[in-house]
Nanobody, 123 residues
Framework: QVQLVESGGGSVQAGGSLRLSCAAS????????LGWFRQAPGKEREFVAG????????FYSTSVKDRFTISKGRAENTVSLQMSGLEPAGAAVYYC????????????????WGQGTQVTVSS
């Protein structure tokens, strides 16, 4: 059973920064992607960033590229999302997810999801 637990959400003013973390209780995979998605009220869940299990490949949505950084954490099976330059449009529930695919950006490619952590951005 794969479990993903997010932490680090909160409130920040526009232009501020937050760091989200995700702890995955899984074994070791040769091929997998850990990703971050977000969902604002009334909108579809959208891909934000992803990282290969090895940590060697990262990819981002165009809306966050150059402002957000995804990385593998120091602790085994953890992944972080450093967010800077947050905008009110970035306010959403952020989800950590895991896919068995090597590179995955679509919601349907992810099999496991965390409960989400709220990020609020005030203008």
């Amino acid at each position: 059973q794969v479990q993903l637990v997010e932490s680090g959400g909160g409130s920040v003013q526009a232009g501020g920064s937050l760091r989200l973390s995700c702890a995955a209780s899984v074994g070791t995979f040769n091929t997998a992607t850990l990703g971050w998605f977000r969902q604002a009220p009334g909108k579809e869940r959208e891909f934000v960033a992803g990282i290969s299990w090895s940590g060697t490949a990262t990819f981002y949505s165009t809306s966050v590229k150059d402002r957000f950084t995804i990385s593998k954490g120091r602790a085994e099976n953890t992944v972080s999302l450093q967010m800077s330059g947050l905008e009110p449009a970035g306010a959403a529930v952020y989800y950590c997810a895991m896919s068995g695919a090597a590179v995955a950006t679509l919601t349907r490619e992810y099999d496991y999801w965390g409960q989400g952590t709220q990020v609020t951005v005030s203008s």
